[in-house]
């Protein structure tokens, strides 16, 4: 079992920046690939990251290619979701998901566990 904590959500202005972090608890972390989903209202449940065991490799969604930065630190347990040029576009919840495998995919039923979700809302 693995145990998933996001933080780091909010509201900022269109333009600016906000940074997600995502704790894993519960087994041993660099044997899991990680990725980053969201949910708008409304909506149903969209890819935005991915990012494999090591760090190597990472995937991207075409809407925040260029803007979004997912990354890892295996010593912490932690994923992270460097966010920039945010648009209001880019309002949702957003949640962490862990892969029981090293290689990361783009579709959220290839997931074995979620966190709980951190609101970002931005402003136009």
């Known amino acids: 079992q693995v145990q998933l904590v996001e933080s780091g959500g909010g509201l900022v202005q269109a333009g600016g920046s906000l940074r997600l972090s995502c704790a894993a608890s519960?087994?041993?972390?660099?044997?899991?690939?990680m990725g980053w989903f969201r949910r708008a209202p409304e909506n149903e449940r969209e890819f935005v990251a991915a990012?494999?065991?090591?760090?190597?490799?990472?995937y991207y969604a075409d809407s925040v290619k260029g803007r979004f930065t997912i990354t890892r630190d295996n010593a912490k347990n932690t994923v992270y979701l460097q966010m920039n040029a945010l648009k209001p576009e880019d309002t949702a919840a957003y949640y962490c998901a862990a892969r029981n495998n090293v290689r990361a995919r783009t579709t959220p039923d290839e997931y074995d566990y979620w966190g709980q979700g951190t609101q970002v809302t931005v402003s136009s």
């Open positions: 519960g087994r041993t972390f660099s044997n899991y690939a």
């Open positions: 990012i494999n065991w090591s760090g190597g490799m990472t």
